[in-house]
Nanobody, 119 residues
Framework: QVQVVESGGGLVQAGGSLRLSCTYS????????MGWFRQAPGKEREFVAA????????EYADSVKGRFTISRDSAKNTVVLQMTSLKPEDTAVYYC????????????WGQGTQVTVSS
């Protein structure tokens, strides 16, 4: 079992930046990847970014490429999502997720942190 906790959300004006952090604990030796997802009001949850733990490879949704960066601090079991050039359409609850080795998908989720971008 892996516990995931996000932090760092808030209110920012369009064009601004925010940094989200995600700390995970538990059976962390079995980490395959960490990811960020978001859900806006009235919409389904969507993929934002992911980082494969062993290789360090990253993947981004087209809507955030060039603006968001996912990175890690392995010693601290922390994943960071640096968000720049924020737009009102980035407003959502952002969730961090853990995918263990052998799992078909992300299977441990945090409670989410609100990001609001004002125009």
């Amino acid at each position: 079992q892996v516990q995931v906790v996000e932090s760092g959300g808030g209110l920012v004006q369009a064009g601004g930046s925010l940094r989200l952090s995600c700390t995970y604990s538990g059976r962390t030796f079995s980490t395959y990847a960490m990811g960020w997802f978001r859900q806006a009001p009235g919409k389904e949850r969507e993929f934002v970014a992911a980082l494969t733990w062993n290789s360090g490879n990253t993947e981004y949704a087209d809507s955030v490429k060039g603006r968001f960066t996912i990175s890690r601090d392995s010693a601290k079991n922390t994943v960071v999502l640096q968000m720049t050039s924020l737009k009102p359409e980035d407003t959502a609850v952002y969730y961090c997720a853990h995918r263990r080795l052998g799992a078909a998908d992300f299977n441990s989720w945090g409670q989410g942190t609100q990001v609001t971008v004002s125009s």
